[in-house]
């Protein structure tokens, strides 16, 4: 019977000593945030972020109606963290292709840039032809994962141009 008593004694005190210790996880998460709140400071002070934490800012308003949730759009568009370029279509001559999603529809890790949380909710403000300029944490975007070549936890800047929208549903002709 001690034994077992000592055994789980042992367990316990195991157990609370790792739950006490500091995750990786969490201290990249700090350290991210902290990068992140530094740079909004010195950049955008006194902006505000949706409420889904992500920061928009329109830059070319567009024509016509606003994107919809299923609406298939094309864009161009630039990716940065908050001091290097990571990936572009501006110089390619195909836009990228964007079945558009409600962001609860979507994970907090991306795989792609056409599956980033920030990307479809933005999509939502914007119209054919629009441009906006984008910034928001890695919950918004990729996440604690490394994804072509950018490392986990990386809060990013993304602007992007609304090239065309197909209407998931076509306007009903009169």
């Known amino acids: 019977m001690k034994k077992i008593f000592g055994i789980v004694a042992t367990l316990i005190i195991t157990v609370v000593f790792i739950s006490c210790k500091e995750n990786s996880l969490e201290k990249q998460r700090r350290n991210e ?7 909004m400071r010195a ?3 006194g902006i505000s972020p949706r409420p889904s934490g992500l920061y928009y800012f329109q830059l ?26 990571y990936t572009s279509t501006s110089g390619n001559y195909e836009p990228e292709t964007v ?25 939502t403000y914007m119209r054919k032809g629009s441009r906006a ?18 490392p986990g936890f990386t809060p990013l800047i993304m602007e992007v141009r609304v090239h065309k929208v197909y209407p998931a549903i076509p306007p009903a002709e009169d």
């Open 33 to 39: 945030m902290r990068k992140f709140d530094e740079f």
């Open 43 to 45: 950049h955008y002070s």
């Open 60 to 85: 070319e308003e567009g024509t016509g109606d606003s994107i919809k949730i299923n609406d298939r759009v094309e864009i161009f568009y630039d990716l940065m963290s908050l001091d290097t370029v």
């Open 99 to 123: 079945i558009v999603r409600h962001p609860s529809q979507l994970t907090s890790s991306a795989q792609s840039i056409t599956s980033m949380r920030a990307l479809h909710e933005a999509l």
């Open 133 to 150: 300029r984008l910034i928001f944490d890695s919950s918004l975007g990729f996440g604690q994962f490394s994804t072509g070549g950018i």
